[in-house]
């Protein structure tokens, strides 16, 4: 019973936040190479490089876009897409919890130590979500890798 108590120390290993991090890198590459590339977001975020570039950025990073550009060429825009980490589902392991902490408080006539158990079990199964959303490792981009072809102009 008194492993239960530890339930909310499981929180550390909230999936996508483990596995992700709260920072994702975004790789740019041109033909020809040697393009700017910046990336911003609608959270004022700004990121610049010299293709091929890797620019690092918050998960949580919102209507973000990378425009490419280089002298003679025409430049292009390229619009990233916020998604769901595939990660983040891992925390379904914990989903379980929530219903046997209901039960433990609610339906099971016990003592003190079981509501507890119960409490704890609920928390754990609420914090690994939580905690993914908070740090942003909930979320990703698409395209993570971008090509950009760009076209000389006449």
Not at 23 to 40: H, Y
Not at 138 to 148: G, K, M, S, T, W
């Amino acid at each position: 019973m008194r492993a239960f108590l530890f339930l909310p120390l499981f929180t550390l290993i909230s999936c996508a936040t483990v596995l992700s991090g709260p920072r994702e890198d975004i790789s740019v590459r041109s033909s020809p190479s040697g393009a700017n590339a910046t990336l911003r977001c609608a959270d004022g975020i700004e990121r610049t490089g010299t293709t091929p570039a890797t620019l690092t950025i918050p998960r949580k990073a919102h209507e973000c876009s990378v425009r490419v550009t280089m002298a003679g060429y025409a430049d292009e825009t390229v619009k990233l897409e916020d998604e769901w980490n595939g990660r983040m589902w891992g925390n379904f392991g914990f989903a379980p919890l929530a219903p046997y902490g209901i039960v433990q408080i609610v339906f099971i006539e016990g003592d003190a130590q079981s509501r507890l158990v119960g409490a704890a079990s609920l928390i754990t199964a609420g914090a690994v979500w939580i905690i993914d959303r908070h740090t942003g490792a909930a979320f990703e981009h698409a395209p993570n890798v971008i090509d950009v072809a760009l076209v000389r102009r006449e």
